[in-house]
């Protein structure tokens, strides 16, 4: 996206957040990468710039019990196996301390949007409800529940279960829910598998599912991810004509966003490819 695509508001908007955080890892047309910890990172955005927040954070999901410190490849892929997949860190609180972090950054990304800014956290079955109160703690009004139904590949333990096949995404709105007359209402329920050849983290999320999330932004507005991972955030945006702007604590995460971002921006969906061992 480049200046003569947007007004002169939406544009300043823009340049206002990357006067306040510096240089980032990575930068094309409206979609900038920052790699640290979103926490730094968001204590320096600037007041009421962005039309929403969207992030998926790590869900550090029964990190209470057994599983605390447990690398999330034992958590979070079957048989531990993640196809080569880097590993990714912030995933060892517990629920008590997950629901004071997670209101902290919401409550940064709350300051950061405009009155009429929608915030969208994904979560899994255990932290539903804490993250339901977190996104209140940190100041969005909760307004309801989407679900993403990634089908039956998902995970049972044993057959004696009722599969954990979906994911949620508590969402709510800084001020009152906007009345918008070029776009909505949205759907409230997705069912998106997830494609190897489309997942790029650990946790990745469908790129499809991530385009019609964004659907709350404006043309041209500007989404926040403070936990970008493989960018999926912000391919979805470039691909739909908005700007976003990502934080990321890893390198490694942050380099792969940022290729994805570029073939993004070519028109192409870029292909997950597993490492060749050396
Ligand atoms: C669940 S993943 C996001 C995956 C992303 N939605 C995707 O499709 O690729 C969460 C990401 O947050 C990053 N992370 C964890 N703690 C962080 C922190 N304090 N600051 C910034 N990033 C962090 C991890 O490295 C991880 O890549």
Same mark, same amino acid.
């Given at each position: 996206m480049t200046r003569k695509n947007l007004s002169l508001k939406k544009y300043r908007q823009a340049e206002a957040v990357k006067l306040s955080l510096g240089k980032p890892f990575f930068e094309s047309e409206g979609i900038a990468i920052y790699q640290g910890d979103s926490l730094e990172l968001g204590s320096n955005l600037p007041h009421s710039v962005f039309d929403a927040l969207i992030s998926d954070p790590p869900?550090?999901?029964? *990190? *209470?019990?057994? *599983? !605390?410190?447990? /690398?999330p490849s034992k958590k979070y892929c079957h048989s531990g196996n993640t196809l080569g997949r880097p590993s990714f860190g912030g995933?060892?609180?517990d629920q008590r301390s997950f629901k004071y972090w997670c209101s902290l950054w919401i409550g940064q990304a709350l300051r950061a949007c405009k009155e009429t800014a929608y915030g969208l956290v994904f979560t899994d079955w255990r932290q539903l409800s804490t993250m339901i109160d977190a996104l209140q703690a940190g100041g969005f009004c909760f307004k309801g529940l989407i679900s993403w139904n990634k089908g039956r590949g998902a995970r049972a333990p044993h057959k004696g279960f009722f599969r954990h096949q979906c994911e949620y995404i508590p969402w709510g709105t800084k001020g009152a829910v906007p009345r918008l007359t /070029?776009?909505?209402?949205? /759907?409230?329920c997705y069912s998106i598998p997830v494609l190897q050849k489309d997942k790029?983290?650990?946790t990745g999320k469908p790129t499809e599912l991530m385009q019609r999330l964004v659907?709350? !932004?404006?043309?041209?507005g500007i989404a926040l991810d403070p936990f970008c991972g493989s960018g999926t955030t912000l391919v979805a945006s470039a691909l739909e004509g908005r700007q976003a702007i990502g934080f990321e604590a890893s390198e490694e995460y942050c380099e792969i966003a940022a290729r994805r971002i570029e073939a993004a921006k070519r028109g192409e969906l870029m292909k997950y490819e597993r490492p060749v061992a050396v």
């Open positions: 869900y550090c999901s029964g *990190a *209470a019990g057994t *599983a !605390v410190g447990a /690398d995933d060892f609180r /070029d776009r909505g209402p949205f /759907d409230g790029h983290h650990m659907q709350c !932004v404006p043309k041209g």
